[in-house]
């Protein structure tokens, strides 16, 4: 800050009653961003990351246009929305993305704050550099449930009940923790459409959490309709 007077006269030789102090703040770097809502491994589908910047940022200077999101297929997924969460935090709305892997998402550099300062983020004062963006890597894993086997009788009668055995599969790389149905179609071919008939579903709580690799069966008596 800067404090003027007392000892300061006009032509008549009136002095100051009292100095005058002003503040102020020099700000040469711009925003960076400290980190995000997501760990370096994920073991959950998302739709959103939030983000954290050092410094306020400049309304309107963050939006889609600055997110890009590299997904573990080779293509780029983009934000949808940007919206305030507090003075520091900003969540970026995305497609829902559910496939495990690598991803790779970059910030910047164009977002400022509210001095006009571009995003700083290796502190080098000069801001809004390729070398400012912003590089977050994590990786994705995920459960994946699948079909083994079936073990239908050689034959049924339509009206009556018949035993089916069928064995389920994790072979994700990821507790499948939330609860599930298994659903029994009765179809006249290997293809599931809109033909074949939903003889049951389910409930598989009983067997949550399934871990990677554990395999479960599960029987039943279902009437045979047609």
């Known amino acids: 800050g800067v404090t003027i007077g007392p000892d300061i006269a006009d032509e008549f030789g009136n002095t100051m009653s009292?100095?005058?102090?002003?503040?102020?703040r020099i700000n040469r770097f711009g925003p960076c961003i400290t980190g995000t809502s997501l760990p370096p491994r994920l073991f959950a589908a998302f739709d959103h990351i939030d983000v954290i910047f050092d410094e306020a940022i400049a309304a309107g200077s963050f939006g889609p246009a600055d997110i890009s999101l590299g997904v573990p297929d080779g293509t780029t997924a983009t934000g949808t929305s940007v919206t305030r969460l507090d003075d520091l935090t900003y969540r970026i709305a995305l497609p829902l993305q559910v496939q495990p892997g690598d991803y790779e998402l970059l910030l910047g550099p164009r977002i400022g704050d509210a001095d006009g300062n571009a995003m700083d983020q290796n502190r080098n004062g000069i801001g809004g550099e390729a070398e400012d963006i912003y590089i977050f890597r994590f990786e994705l894993f995920l459960c994946d449930l699948a079909f083994v086997s079936a073990d239908p009788p050689a034959y049924a009668i339509a009206g009556q009940s018949a035993p089916i055995t069928w064995t389920v599969t994790n072979q994700g790389d990821a507790v499948a923790g939330r609860t599930w149905s298994d659903a029994v179609?009765?179809?006249?071919?290997?293809?599931l459409d809109a033909a074949d008939v939903l003889l049951s579903t389910r409930d598989c709580s009983a067997v949550s959490p399934l871990a990677v690799g554990v395999t479960y069966s599960r029987n039943a008596a279902l009437s045979i309709t047609l």
Request: glycine share 0%; proline share 7%; hydrophobic share 45%.
């Open 185 to 191: 179609y009765l179809s006249t071919d290997e293809v």
């Open 18 to 24: 009292a100095p005058q102090a002003f503040h102020f």
